[in-house]
């Protein structure tokens, strides 16, 4: 049996974990980090995928792919309100968002694959087997096509996708198998990008998911912009700087808010400063972990009513819960703990790493298919109702909502017209009455033989499978054959599609170890030598010409041995280059420290 | 029960109708329960297996609940796609089938109305669907409702205020008095659930008289519940001050 994996593709980190002999364990990268941020550089160089592209973000926005999540299984307009946060162009085709990136465009699974790929590659190297399995994590409340698209990026990565499991219930067979849990558990999974709640009920091994909701579009990342959105006003008037005119200033700005925000989870003040371009000086602001929390107060209550209809459909009241556990980075949050914690009326349990435990959760999964775990069982259900199009624009349901999948539905299809040979079937998802309020799914037509008005008679089965994916399946009753039905997702690839971006991921096969170490070394040369470059600028005056003179060689040498295929010379040619601007590294900085030192006395005078 | 034939079991206390009397697989006599006693693959249950026989239980309305939740685990680990992830093509298929058979039997015979529904369909046939209508004696007290519950919907915030929070209160108060109706007619609905539990299962012309009267008696109590229930939801979408959960496609 060949090692299956779990992966947790997350909005802003993504995971890799294993089943190992004394239990679930994340695999580490060579610097022993076990985060990888889902982050893509698409550089002149090549593909730079989590820390070093994170590097990469703030000096090449527009060729710097981030929290893609957020656009699976989507269009354009279903993301509109938010794209001035992105640096990048969007464009749609088949329903489908396609990134701009230079001359070309990539479709968010395409770009997960990217991610994918680098934690097989990890996996592999840590492993020292080929993988070819996975198990891959979603928010519970995913759609049908937002889980689709997450299965299409594992084939392009060259995965099979043997499961796609619910990142809350994923928590949850982690911390019951640390602790043996029995009894009804809520798992509140706020993460960069995604709000889940799960209600579950734990009994000898079963893990029975009761009901589940949430919120595909609340994370992280809108605590992020309500201290982003301040921040520009503040830049704006202080400083006559638009920070949406500068995609670069925009990703200093989102990251310096980022690191805000998780400070003021540990300490209750934290201070931000961004530097500005052109020398238009450097923005600075101390905030209070309660200013903080005024801005986002509104963003966690939005959290409760998800959890209020989770334990209503689940039909149990907050008292008959009898543990709480809080998954994701964001429950990190002292304000979303006491949240929780008013709501449920107990403390919640964060006993395991918030950011690792829906990848253990996902590995003990794996280890559950690959037949080596026969005591545990997961029975999930599908988060949203499916339905179908039917006359006046009304959706008809067909599977209700916090169904146990897998589950099927038949329903009974003839004809209005003499002759007719096909039926439009417009498939459906969510909890509303009109067709326009919910989500499109799916379409196909149904073959019917040319026969009189209302004698013919198709069955067609819906089925959602343990995926959670819809299945359509017809056949004719009165011949007994059954036909294929060719589905055209309203917002997915075609399977066409899907085949062209498999093999054009090989184009971008960053596979070799040795390739991928010449791209970092590479992008790291780039950056040293335009920081050097600035430096120079700013210090002519300050050091003695014959540095000046070597810096300048230093920099050629560094070109030429980035111009070459090996990394070590790179890396050799970059560390000469530390080497002979560190004295002028010293200058700079002592005469900033001056400058700063005496723009303070300036102000003591003119206060 | 066409395709059904069970085999005469020897040991075994029960056993589900497959689709098939023979292996799919291996084309051997079915003697196991739901795995070939020769090449142990799993077999597909008859399309035409009720869900009271599906999970081991009398067609009685009146059931153990914690029965139905062992056997439902049970046939859960039985069946579930999990644990045939490395089978073949054929296996996935049927435990995919049966997984989601099951999963439809338990979620209808768990709860009390759903299983109601489910045995009269069993008992009197497909052609009495159950459909909606009000109960007789509120019929006056419905129309009304109706009509004010138009007018309140077509006053918006902020117009005639004085009226729209006179029938808000009114509305709220017939809300109430249905939530009553509805609990009343639940509590009548149980004692049918005893009524049709004492009857014996198989029985002479006046058994089967009595067993239709019990059905025809059900059918109407569900019939004026489901109507009720669906004029409290939309009482509770057109009054609720967020609007919350809107006008819901699960009336």
């Known amino acids: 049996m060949a090692l299956i994996v779990g992966i947790d593709l997350g909005t802003t980190n993504s995971l890799v974990a294993h089943m190992a002999s004394d239990g679930p364990r994340v695999i580490p990268g060579a610097r022993g980090q076990t985060k990888v941020p889902s982050i893509v550089g698409l550089t002149d160089n090549g593909l730079l995928v989590g820390d070093p592209a994170k590097e990469y973000l703030v000096r090449d926005p527009s060729r710097t792919i981030y929290s893609v999540k957020r656009f699976m299984g989507k269009a354009v307009a279903d993301v509109a309100d938010e794209l001035k946060y992105f640096p990048y162009t969007l464009q749609e085709k088949g329903g489908v968002i396609r990134i701009q990136v230079g001359e070309k465009t990539y479709s968010p699974p395409q770009v997960s694959a990217m991610i994918l790929k680098e934690l097989k590659l990890r996996a592999e190297a840590h492993l020292g087997e080929e993988i070819t399995k996975a198990v891959i994590t979603v928010p519970a409340y995913f759609n049908d096509s937002q889980r689709q698209a997450t299965k299409d990026a594992g084939l392009i990565a060259g995965l099979e996708v043997l499961r796609i499991i619910n990142e809350p219930t994923a928590a949850s067979l982690a911390y019951g198998l640390q602790q043996n849990t029995q009894g009804n558990i809520a798992v509140y999974d706020l993460g960069g990008g995604t709000f889940d709640i799960s209600i579950l009920k734990l009994k000898d091994g079963i893990f029975e998911v009761l009901a589940t909701n949430g919120n595909t579009h609340l994370g992280g990342d809108d605590f992020d912009r309500r201290l982003v959105d301040v921040v520009i006003r503040d830049i704006d008037a202080r400083h006559g700087v638009k920070v949406e005119d500068s995609p670069e200033l925009m990703q200093a700005v989102r990251l310096e808010a980022e690191k805000t925000k998780i400070r003021l989870s540990d300490e209750p003040q934290a201070h931000m400063a961004v530097t500005l371009p052109d020398g238009k000086g450097t923005y600075e602001r101390t905030w209070s972990r309660d200013e903080f929390e005024a801005l986002v107060l509104d963003l966690v209550e939005q959290t409760m009513t998800p959890c209020r209809r989770a334990l209503s459909d689940a039909a149990l009241e907050t008292g008959q819960i009898d543990e709480v556990v809080l998954v994701g980075g964001s429950t990190r949050m002292p304000l979303i703990r006491s949240r929780v914690q008013k709501l449920f009326g107990q403390t919640p349990h964060c006993d395991l790493n918030p950011d690792e435990v829906v990848a253990l959760g996902a590995a003990v999964q794996a280890g559950i298919l690959a037949g080596e775990n026969k005591d545990m069982l997961l029975l999930d259900v599908t988060p949203l109702s499916l339905g179908i199009e039917t006359m006046g624009n009304v959706m008809s349901p067909l599977i209700r909502r916090n169904t146990t999948i897998p589950t099927s539905a038949k329903e009974m299809f003839t004809t209005y017209v003499d002759g007719q040979t096909g039926v439009d079937i417009h498939v459906l998802q969510g909890e509303r009455e009109l067709v326009k309020d919910n989500r499109s799914l799916a379409r196909f037509q149904l073959k019917v033989p040319p026969l009189p008005a209302a004698v013919p008679r198709i069955e067609v089965t819906f089925l959602i499978d343990a995926n959670g994916i819809l299945n359509v399946t017809a056949s004719d009753i009165r011949t007994g054959e059954s036909q294929s039905v060719q589905v055209k997702p309203s917002h997915g690839l075609t399977d066409e599609e899907v085949e062209t971006m498999i093999r054009e991921s090989f184009q971008f096969a960053a596979a070799d170890i040795q390739a991928r170490q010449v791209i970092e070394a590479r992008t790291e040369a780039d950056a040293i030598i335009m920081a050097t470059e600035k430096a120079l600028q700013r210090g002519t005056d300050l050091i003695p010409a014959e540095e000046i003179e070597s810096i300048h060689h230093a920099i050629e040498a560094l070109r030429v041995a980035k111009a070459q295929e090996d990394h070590r010379q790179i890396r050799a040619g970059i560390a000469d280059m530390e080497k002979v601007t560190h004295h002028l590294a010293e200058v700079l900085m002592d005469a900033t420290l001056k400058e700063a030192l005496e723009s303070k006395k300036l102000s003591e005078v003119t206060d | ?251």
């Open chain 2, 1 to 251: 029960m066409s395709e059904h034939t069970h085999q005469p079991d020897s040991g075994r206390s029960r056993d589900l109708p497959m689709a098939r009397s023979m292996c799919w697989h291996c084309q051997s006599e079915m003697t196991g329960e739901y795995f070939c006693g020769r090449c142990v693959k799993v077999q597909p249950l008859s399309k035409e297996l009720d869900y009271f026989t599906c999970l081991n239980l009398p067609r009685k309305l009146n059931l153990d609940e914690q029965a139905l939740e062992e056997t439902f685990y049970a046939l859960s680990r039985s069946f579930h796609p999990d644990y045939y992830a490395t089978k073949d093509e054929g296996e996935k298929a049927i435990s995919l089938g049966n997984t989601a058979l099951l999963n439809t039997a338990y979620r209808t015979l768990k709860d009390p109305v759903q299983r109601a529904e489910y045995l009269i369909r069993l008992e009197a046939g497909s052609a009495k669907d159950i459909r909606t209508s009000p109960p007789a004696d509120l019929f006056d007290e419905i129309l009304e409702l109706q009509e004010d519950l138009e007018e309140f919907r077509s006053l918006s915030a902020g117009e005639s205020d004085a009226r729209r929070q006179e029938l808000l209160e009114k509305l709220q108060a017939e809300r109430q008095a249905l939530e009553a109706r509805k609990a009343q007619m639940e509590s009548r609905l149980r004692e049918q659930f005893g009524r049709w539990d004492a009857l014996p299962a198989d029985g002479d012309v006046t058994v089967q008289a009595q067993k239709d009267a019990v059905l025809t008696g059900m059918q109407e109590i569900l019939s004026n519940r489901t109507y009720v229930k669906n004029i409290v939801n939309d009482l509770v979408a057109a009054t609720s001050p967020t609007g919350d959960d809107g006008r819901n496609i699960w009336h």
